[in-house]
């Protein structure tokens, strides 16, 4: 299942067609003194801002590019011995020097592999953000909602050259976000309600096995998250009260099987993400006071 490129450079390097590792490698971690340049990025931004006269509105759209050079990682073993191998610059790319070849019993096997920090090729990040405030003030109470929206137009990362992997969409990484929020004052209640925004998810793009798709999950819907609440504001204190998640909205279901290597993480069935809430409908109450 390798590449032609790999298969050339392990024929170059007189490794045997039917070679096969049957010894452990020792991996050895640390720091890269005297091997690491300091990242560098360009940025570049686009925004619009506007503000009516006629109302109380603000809105902003922005349009944002980051591009990171020379950024700072550790690969893996496999990462290290694989882009060496892949490498159109064998022997002579730089990964080629992390690892050692030959052991007692066989002098093909690979036996140490120094994984420290290294300078990657870079990494690229478009989006297009959208955030919104209005407020109104009515005869019996004052209003106000506002929201942040993004939406990810890439997320790239280059660690060898000539090897893109584009993670947007995948598992972890929605390619939108966003959140509203709305307030009602009256008196000295504040009524409250919020909606967070996650984006669908999926790795289907990036399965390797085309097997079993009617069987495995790998693809997460749409989430909405709602919270409520009411505050009473006395002189010096105030009184909160709510739900979180109302109505109990679970994390959407993944799972692979194995089937493209375990490229994400579950707790049970459940897609396991920062992200997402784990604990379901709850009930709170704040009591806070000031002297």
């Keep these: 299942s390798i590449s032609q490129q790999i298969a050339d450079n392990c024929d170059a390097d007189g490794i045997p067609d039917d070679f096969t590792s049957n010894v452990s490698v020792t991996v050895s971690s640390g720091g890269g003194l005297g091997l690491l340049e300091p990242e560098t990025s360009e940025a570049r931004t686009i925004g619009i801002v506007y503000t009516p006269s006629f109302i109380n509105l603000n809105v902003a759209l922005d349009y944002t590019e980051i591009e990171v050079l020379d950024q700072v990682a550790e690969l893996s073993a496999g990462q290290i011995v694989f882009g060496c191998y892949g490498s159109e610059n064998f022997p002579n790319d730089s990964l080629c020097d992390l690892f050692s070849r030959g052991s007692v019993t066989n002098p093909f096997q690979i036996d140490t592999v120094r994984s420290s920090f290294l300078n990657i090729n870079s990494q690229t990040n478009r989006a297009i953000d959208l955030t919104y405030r209005y407020d109104h003030e009515?005869?019996?109470?004052?209003?106000?909602?506002?929201?942040?929206?993004?939406?990810?137009?890439?997320?790239?990362?280059?660690?060898f050259e000539g090897e893109i992997f584009d993670t947007n969409g995948d598992p972890g990484e929605p390619d939108f976000v966003g959140n509203i929020d709305f307030r009602f004052d009256r008196g000295d209640f504040t009524y409250f309600w919020g909606v967070d925004f996650i984006g669908k998810q999926s790795e289907a793009e990036d399965r390797r096995d085309g097997t079993a798709t009617q069987i495995y999950k790998i693809h997460a819907e749409f989430t909405a998250y709602h919270n409520a609440s009411i505050r009473y504001s006395g002189d010096n204190w105030a009184l909160t009260g709510g739900l979180s998640?109302?109505?109990?909205?679970?994390?959407?279901?993944?799972?692979?099987?194995?089937?493209?290597?375990?490229?994400?993480?579950?707790?049970?069935?459940?897609?396991?993400s920062s992200?997402?809430?784990?604990?379901?409908?709850?009930a709170f109450v704040r009591l806070s006071r000031s002297w």
């Design 275 to 282: 992200q997402y809430d784990y604990y379901g409908r709850r």
């Design 138 to 159: 009515f005869s019996f109470g004052d209003f106000s909602t506002q929201g942040q929206f993004t939406w990810q137009l890439e997320d790239t990362v280059s660690l």
């Design 245 to 272: 998640n109302v109505f109990d909205e679970t994390p959407p279901q993944m799972t692979d099987g194995g089937v493209v290597g375990n490229a994400y993480s579950t707790l049970g069935n459940a897609f396991l």
